[in-house]
């Protein structure tokens, strides 16, 4: 998968893309193809280190905690998704084009709506 990865604290400068491994849902956790993320101050404090007393990032790390995308697939004990489902979550690692989420932190986009940006 295609990840972007920061290896220091730092500005926007650090942010690199990358191949990385293909995250594998565990018990409990759903696998998602990343339509969406965000950027919001938790990311920026998170890669400046102006949260590293009180949320200490492990090099190289995956910034991103907002999630909007489809099920790829599901680990054992999920019950209420399905693969294909379109949901939104927030989950972290999400700065990528694949990411694990809890299910129990899942919910269904509606189907009205769409996931396109």
């Not at 998968?1 to 290896?7: C, E, L, N, Q």
């Not at 949260?51 to 099920?71: E, N, Q, R, T």
């Not at 004990?77 to 972290?92: L, P």
């Not at 694949?98 to 299910?103: F, I, Q, R």
Request: aromatic share 6%.
């Amino acid at each position: 998968m295609r990840a972007v990865v920061i290896r220091a604290y730092g500005g926007p400068e650090e942010l690199k893309s990358e191949e990385r491994p293909d995250p594998i849902p565990e018990s409990g956790q759903v696998l998602i193809r990343v339509v969406a993320t965000s950027v919001n101050p938790v990311d920026i404090k998170l890669r400046s280190g102006q949260m590293k007393d009180f949320w200490p990032l492990a090099f190289p790390a995956i910034l991103g905690v907002d999630v909007s995308g489809v099920i790829q697939g599901i680990g054992p004990g999920v019950a209420g998704f399905s693969v294909g489902d379109s949901v939104f979550a927030n989950g972290v690692q999400t700065y990528a084009s694949l990411c694990v989420v809890k299910a129990a932190d899942l919910a269904k986009v509606p189907s009205q709506m769409t996931l396109s940006i």
